[in-house]
């Protein structure tokens, strides 16, 4: 089946522009997330939608950063004013839903991630 | 809060050695672990999970992890490198109820002929 996508691959803007990336996940999955990948680093969490709502979105780096998700399939993560700093790799991935609230849960619903868009800001 | 360490940015080894990748974990709590491997210009393929059962996990391509909570340790290891597993390599473990993944910073694996 279809796994996650994500356009564009590849994302060419200027400093100070708006841009939109967009994610689609998995076909059923309830939990979406969105994490970073600067060059040379592991994948930073941004934030986490369960269903149409944002439950997590305590790794967004500041308010020109911002992440929809109406209908609870496709979401888009939205940066304003880009800066050169915003460069990276936004990866999205999906999963069947979050696991509960018991940390001591006894199952884990993986987490399947798309290829990534790559943000480069001139 | 839960972490992830990876000692060696960048890991050598020849055709047919062996593989060992180190990942050391901090966590109050049992933790889950997962090693991730990610090809040039692809996105993220789960190799294995730690999720409290077996201590020895097994993967995909060969890999697999020993969970050692004396030594706060999740060790991805391979008997025989190939050619084909030269990728870079994530440790994670999962924080809080939201399973939101925490990285490390990873290992990038190359095999030489």
């Known amino acids: 089946g279809a796994g996650v996508s994500q356009t564009p691959s590849n994302k060419v803007t200027e400093k100070g522009k708006y841009v939109e990336l967009r994610c689609d996940p998995i076909s059923g999955h309830t939990a979406l997330y969105w994490y970073r990948q600067s060059l040379g680093q592991g994948p930073e969490f941004l934030i986490y939608f369960q269903g149409t709502g944002a439950a997590d979105d305590s790794g967004l780096p500041n308010d020109r950063f911002f992440a929809v998700r109406p209908e609870g399939s496709v979401s888009t993560l939205k940066i304003q004013r880009t800066e050169r700093g915003d460069s990276a790799v936004y990866l999205c991935?999906?999963?069947?839903?979050?696991?509960?609230?018991?940390?001591?849960?006894?199952?884990?619903?993986?987490?399947?991630f798309g290829p990534g868009t790559r943000l480069t800001v001139l | 809060a839960q972490s992830v360490t990876q000692l060696g940015s960048h890991v050598s080894v020849s055709e047919g050695a062996l593989v060992l990748l180190r990942c050391n974990y901090s966590s109050s709590v049992p933790p889950y672990l997962f090693w991730y491997v990610q090809y040039p210009n692809q996105g993220l393929q789960l190799l294995l999970k730690y999720t409290s059962a077996a201590t020895l996990v097994k993967g995909i391509n060969g890999f697999e992890a020993e969970f050692k909570k004396s030594e706060t340790s999740f060790h991805l290891t391979k008997p025989s490198a190939h050619m084909s597993d030269a990728a870079e390599y994530f440790c994670?473990?999962?924080?809080?109820?939201?399973?939101?993944?925490?990285f490390g910073t990873g290992t990038l694996l190359a095999v030489q002929p």
């Open positions: 991935a999906s999963s069947l839903n979050a696991g509960g609230e018991d940390i001591y849960r006894s199952s884990y619903n993986e987490q399947f």
């Open positions: 994670a473990v999962v924080r809080g109820a939201t399973n939101k993944l925490i």
